[in-house]
């Protein structure tokens, strides 16, 4: 079965400085992964995803996340954070046979002035 | 496009009382899924849906809650009783598989509040 490990619960980044949130999976095949971020009172939106080719992939807001499949890992970075990043982050993972999505517990990111 | 319609996008309502949450999915896509956040349990899949018919409905915690979809454009989550650990905020999403591809695409939520 798959699942997803986001070791950090808060994470506290200086506007301006950079950032990098963490995403473990298990899962037995090659993966499709996600990262969605939650704004407070919202929904989720899809920030990029990750199903084969490139390990780079680019998303919107400046965001991008590298896959490391030796280390069974997806995370997610920005060169340089703005205020209106803090929210939370949820990496999601997806099988090839099914349309269902596992998430992680999330990351909660607070930027401070 | 519209995107996921849910309402209401708050209820507050008394222990034993029946609550209904309702969602719109995005046109044309094929599967509905129904989540449930808590700060406890975090996101969890309730049951989703195929073309209105349930796929996997293993992740509803007890008989008290129901969900159909009755057409294409439009489904149901039903808690009857319901119990103060009900509250929680409900999402709706839905997605339109393209070969393997299954991006969801999240409601607003429903914030419930079982008093």
């Known amino acids: 079965a798959q699942s997803v490990t986001q070791p950090d619960i808060h994470i506290t980044v200086s506007e301006g400085a950079s950032l990098e949130l963490r995403c473990n999976y298990s899962y037995g095949a090659t993966p499709y992964l996600f990262w969605y971020v939650q704004s407070p009172g919202q929904g989720l939106q899809l920030l990029l995803k990750y199903f084969s080719g490139d390990t780079l992939v680019q998303g919107i807001k400046g965001f991008e996340a590298e896959f490391k499949r030796s280390q069974s890992s997806f995370n997610l970075r920005k060169p340089s954070v703005h205020w209106s990043d803090a929210a939370e982050y949820f990496c999601a993972v997806g099988a090839v046979s099914f349309q269902k999505l596992v998430f992680g517990t999330g990351t909660r990111l607070l930027v401070s002035p | 496009d519209a995107g996921v319609i849910q309402s209401p996008r708050h209820e507050v309502t008394e222990m034993g009382q029946e609550v209904t949450l309702r969602c719109k999915p995005i046109s044309g896509h094929d599967y509905l899924f129904w989540y449930r956040q808590t700060m406890m349990r975090g996101l969890e899949l309730l049951i989703y849906?195929?073309?209105?018919?349930?796929?996997?409905d293993s992740g509803m915690p007890e008989d008290r809650f129901s969900a159909k979809m009755p057409n294409a454009s439009f489904s149901t989550l039903k808690i009857q009783p319901s119990e103060p650990r009900d509250s929680a905020v409900y999402f709706c999403a839905s997605s339109l598989r393209r070969g393997t591809y299954n991006e969801q695409f999240f409601g607003p939520g429903t914030r419930l509040t079982v008093l």
């Open positions: 849906f195929n073309n209105n018919v349930p796929i996997d």
